[in-house]
């Protein structure tokens, strides 16, 4: 078990050794990173809006919102999803390449990196041990801390349901693009891990240290709380739009419909404007909610809230 332990170590230590000469940047100058979890449903599409079109204000402030490699196949994602995606599939060379770049856009007067993708969280109970050891390896390198909002857990539930429907399929994932009903997919444990608060909170504190995990509650504007967390400015009265507005149930029905086709991801994409025009016609006919009270039941019992 310990030559294991060392021959892992070892592996881990060959993979950081191309970024020696980015380390000793990242070491002298006391970086913070911030690294935005999510969840989903909780302003992260605004905010991440909101620090994409400010990064060159940001930047004179000492604080880098880095740029997105993916925009060039997707310009309205500002997110980094690459995060979590080279960490689900382990290929970790990728996952150090892209942090080597982020580094490249570091400035001498640069304090605080922030990264955002409510994937993070989506996913991580798909990361493999090396990819949370590489995790791990960053808190030697920077002062991360890990920032998570946290909704009401029947709201988030329902609207991480919507979210899986809308979403196109893929071959390792059980929700995303399929037919189910709340109650079936509420009965998949890929999807209802994600009740599970406190266990991600744990498994955060594991990997990055049990003082550099920041929950908090959603109410509401998380793009205002952030501007005060940053101390970049007094939070306005007037509330941040909403950049993601979540589908009604009418939508979700039709959905479920366009699903049975097994549509390819670009085919699926081409509709979604489509179905957001017909989502606005239909809201003022549509009321309720998608979770009955045997439903609602359930994700009360099995949602675990942050307790630290």
């Known amino acids: 078990m310990e030559q294991s332990h060392i021959h892992f170590a070892n592996e881990i230590a060959a993979l950081l050794k191309p970024l020696e000469q980015s380390i000793e940047q990242v070491k002298a100058q006391n970086l913070k990173l911030i690294i935005h979890a999510g969840t989903p449903k909780t302003g992260t599409t605004s905010l991440q809006t909101y620090l994409d ?28 999803q690459w ?13 150090l390449e892209n942090f080597k770049n982020i580094i490249s856009q570091v400035k001498e007067d640069t304090h605080t ?11 991580w109970w798909d990361f493999a ?36 429907v809308r979403n196109p399929q893929t071959a390792n994932n ?8 709340f109650a079936e997919m509420l ?6 891990q994600h009740l599970d608060y ?21 109410q509401g504007d998380v793009v205002q709380e952030v501007i005060q967390k940053l101390g970049l400015a007094t939070p306005s009265d007037n509330p941040t739009p909403r950049q993601n507005k979540s589908l009604n149930s009418a939508s979700i029905a039709l959905l479920k419909t366009i699903n049975h086709y097994d549509l ?21 006919y549509v009321t309720g909610t998608l979770i009955d009270e045997e439903d609602r039941q359930r994700v009360v019992a099995l949602s675990r809230p942050v307790t630290c």
Not at 83 to 95: I, R, W
Not at 174 to 181: F, I, T
């Open 53 to 80: 079109k400010r990064q060159r204000k940001l930047r004179g402030k000492g604080i880098l919102y880095p740029h997105n490699l993916e925009k060039i196949h997707n310009p309205t994602a500002p997110k980094h």
């Open 83 to 95: 995060f979590e995606k080279n960490l689900v599939t382990a290929h970790l060379d990728y996952f």
């Open 113 to 123: 990196i922030i990264l955002s993708s409510e994937g993070i969280y989506n996913y």
């Open 129 to 164: 041990d090396e990819s949370k050891a590489i995790l791990a390896e960053l808190t030697k390198l920077f002062d991360v801390e890990i920032w998570v909002w946290f909704r009401e857990p029947v709201e988030f539930i329902e609207s991480f349901y919507k979210q899986c």
């Open 174 to 181: 059980p929700c995303y693009g399929k037919e189910l009903s």
């Open 187 to 192: 009965d998949i444990d890929w999807f209802s």
């Open 198 to 218: 406190q266990g991600f909170v744990t498994d955060c504190q594991a990997v990055f240290g049990k003082g550099n995990v920041l929950a908090f509650n959603y």
């Open 264 to 284: 390819k991801a670009k085919d699926k994409e081409l509709l979604i404007p489509h179905l957001k025009h017909i989502n606005d016609i239909l809201d003022s």
